[in-house]
T-cell receptor, first 113, second 114 residues
Framework: EAQVTQNPRYLITVTGKKLTVTCSQNMNHEYMSWYRQDPGLGLRQIYYSMNVEVTDKGDVPEGYKVSRKEKRNFPLILESPSPNQTSLYFC????????????FGPGTRLTVT | GESVGLHLPTLSVQEGDNSIINCAYSNSASDYFIWYKQESGKGPQFIIDIRSNMDKRQGQRVTVLLNKTVKHLSLQIAATQPGDSAVYFCVRESVRTGGFKTIFGAGTRLFVKA
């Protein structure tokens, strides 16, 4: 089954404790992206990657890091999480020929206390 | 800068009626406008897209209209069903050097009354 998976689905952590949210897709997509969703704000793009070893900032990259060492994986790293990073996070992927049609993962709900 | 905004945060329709969800945008430097549907507890799901050089596109029970003169986008759902209850996002996708820029609107929650 074609899908985007994220782990963990739920995470409660404390300020300053480094964490990684994994994202994996099995559709051989070149393009991958991370978003955060907050009430009343829709989804905002954090980082995206056009292909392996090619990443770029979205609209809200501060406090986040990403890497793209393999085509299928695009982890999101929070080196020192803060309470304002409490949010619902989505990973998405698509073919670069059809970036308008992104496939989203199920989401990761992160709470930073 | 670029943005997309929805006219109404919520919309309530009777089952079987047609639904129209509206969206306005600023600037016009976009290659695509897209509608996504998000059901409770799930990630957004692609519905339909329209290129910025088009006025209308139809899918299965859905039609998207793009009025570039007034910078307005709408999603029409025919014969609305309970399964259409969700949050709908209008999204603009712009090609830029080295990648793409994706901007989501705030979303309209559609309630379908039985």
């Amino acid at each position: 089954e074609a899908q985007v998976t994220q782990n963990p689905r739920y995470l409660i952590t404390v300020t300053g404790k480094k964490l990684t949210v994994t994202c994996s897709q099995n559709m051989n997509h070149e393009y991958m992206s991370w978003y955060r969703q907050d009430p009343g704000l829709g989804l905002r793009q954090i980082y995206y990657s056009m292909n392996v070893e090619v990443t770029d900032k979205g609209d809200v990259p501060e406090g986040y890091k990403v890497s793209r060492k393999e085509k299928r994986n695009f982890p999101l790293i929070l080196e020192s999480p803060s309470p304002n990073q409490t949010s619902l996070y989505f990973c998405a992927s698509s073919s670069t020929g059809t970036v308008y049609e992104q496939y989203f993962g199920p989401g990761t709900r992160l709470t930073v206390t | 800068g670029e943005s997309v905004g929805l006219h109404l945060p919520t919309l309530s329709v009777q089952e079987g009626d047609n639904s129209i969800i509206n969206c306005a945008y600023s600037n016009s430097a976009s290659d695509y406008f897209i509608w996504y549907k998000q059901e409770s507890g799930k990630g957004p799901q692609f519905i339909i897209d329209i290129r910025s050089n088009m006025d209308k596109r139809q899918g299965q029970r859905v039609t998207v209209l793009l009025n570039k003169t007034v910078k307005h986008l709408s999603l029409q759902i025919a014969a609305t069903q309970p399964g259409d209850s969700a949050v709908y996002f209008c999204v603009r996708e712009s090609v830029r050097t080295g990648g793409f820029k994706t901007i989501f609107g705030a979303g309209t929650r559609l309630f379908v009354k039985a």
